[in-house]
Structures are given as structure tokens and as C-alpha cells.
């Protein structure tokens, strides 16, 4: 079975930085992306990763400031970053692994419903 096990949500001030973790221990996956939601708001795409090449595609609201990366050494344990700097109060959100055996990267690659698997999710607050 697939497992997806997020760390790293915190509280930082405006202009702090996180990175967060996601460790997959299941099936071996071809792409691995962090979502987001906020509350009252839709989950959006914040980045993906290609695990066998290292591609990478971002949604235009991390303006350079996201670095998502991954190890791919091991297919018994996938691991994807999520490194986020110059923090704003609209990155607070609950940030969600997710993670497909579909092995493309496309246009649609930030879409939620174009992934299987997601993990529970990690809170990152950024207060002024």
C-alpha cells in the first residue's frame, strides 16, 4: 500500500523560511508534488517532481521562491522536498504530499485529480 508521510509544517514570520518532507515508503512512484489549501479555499498545485529525471514544474505564485528536490536512490523509500523561502501570510495553508504512478510529465502535472496517492498533510503558518 501506498504511504505518504509529510514533516516540516511550522509557524514562521513574514519572510521566514521551511522546508518540508515527504518520504514515500509504498509502490514506487514516478511523480511526487506538494497541494496546498488554506482554509475556505480550493487545494492548488504548488509543485512537481519527475523522481526519475528531476524535472520540475511550479505554480506561478512561487515566483522563484519554492525548490522542490528528491531523492531518488532508493525505490523503497522516495523522498521529496519542499523548500520555501520569503514566506507570505497567503503560504499559510495546509501543505499535502501527493504522488502518482503515472509516469509523465505534462501540463497538467498540478492538477489534484491527476494523483492517487496523498498524504495527511502539514500546517504551515506564517504570521507577520
Known amino acids: 500500500a501506498e504511504k505518504l508521510v509529510e514533516s516540516g509544517g511550522d509557524s514562521v514570520e513574514v519572510g521566514g523560511s521551511l522546508t518540508l518532507s515527504c518520504e514515500n515508503s509504498?509502490?514506487?512512484?514516478?511523480?511526487m508534488a506538494w497541494f496546498r489549501q488554506a482554509p475556505g479555499k480550493e487545494r492548488e498545485g504548488v509543485a512537481t517532481i519527475h523522481m526519475p529525471t528531476g524535472r520540475t514544474m511550479y505554480a506561478d505564485f512561487t515566483e522563484g521562491r519554492f525548490v522542490i528536490s528528491r531523492d531518488n536512490r532508493n525505490n523503497d523509500k522516495q523522498t521529496a522536498w519542499l523548500q520555501m523561502n520569503n514566506l507570505k501570510s497567503e503560504d499559510t495553508a495546509m501543505y499535502y504530499c501527493?504522488?502518482?504512478?503515472?509516469?509523465?510529465?505534462?501540463?497538467?502535472?498540478?492538477?489534484?485529480?491527476?494523483?492517487?496517492?496523498w498524504g495527511r498533510g502539514t500546517q504551515v503558518t506564517v504570521s507577520p
Open positions: 509504498g509502490y514506487t512512484v514516478y511523480k
Open positions: 501527493a504522488a502518482t504512478r503515472e509516469p509523465q510529465l505534462t501540463s497538467s502535472s498540478l492538477l489534484a485529480e491527476k494523483y492517487d496517492f
